[in-house]
């Protein structure tokens, strides 16, 4: 449906002098790919890593920016800061991020909506813990998230935004969901779109899956009509594994 597109999600992982040569690494591993192939790195890594994917078909991406232009934040990051570093990409609401440093449907809102007025593409994360999963209320949350982060942005602008649907249950837990799981979220998120905007704006969208991806699963939920790709954490640290991902992508 989407583009199809492999983001790596670094998290907190590797040091700024590191990252150059591992994207080189990641970079040489997965020439040829047939998807993009995206980087997403702590702040303080940024400059090394668009270095590092200069010349190659990498792109960067940062896991997250503030969504005021400039002034009196201390410690965030603003969307042209990210851009003039030649930053392509940034992972918005991650699970992480709404769980441990208070980011609500509101902040991810305003921040998908600084994204897109600047030319950085979202990566917009939704999904479910497995409380709310057990109680069966699993896409009435995610519709609400979806809702609320799409909130006053135009069909046009919504077709840009990369959506991650992540399980926190899945997430570096070593249980991914089911292929049938995660098409299954990933085909009602898109029929949320369409109801938002229309048919066409839904199938523009990249719709990820992310959560334990790894080497060994990825072909079998890649090949589901609704998953348009994957945010890949801990195996994203390995460029052989990440290839591995990559190469799933056909
Ligand atoms: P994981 O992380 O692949 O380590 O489960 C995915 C993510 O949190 O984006």
Redesign the pocket.
Known sequence: MGKYIIAG?WKMNKLPSETCAYVKEVAAATAGAQCEVVCCTPFTNLAEAVKGAQGTHVSIGAENLHFEDKGAYTGEVSADMLLDLGVKYVIIG?SERRQYFAETDETVNLKVRKALEKGLIPILCVGESLEQREAGITMDLITIQIKKAFAGISADDAAKVVIAY?PIW???TGKTATAEQAEEVCGAIRGVLAGLYDESTAKAVTIQY????NAGNAAELLTKPNIDGG?????SLKSADFAKIVEAAK
């Open positions: 999600n991650h992540e899945a997430i570096g992310g959560g334990s991806m945010l890949i954490g801990g195996a």
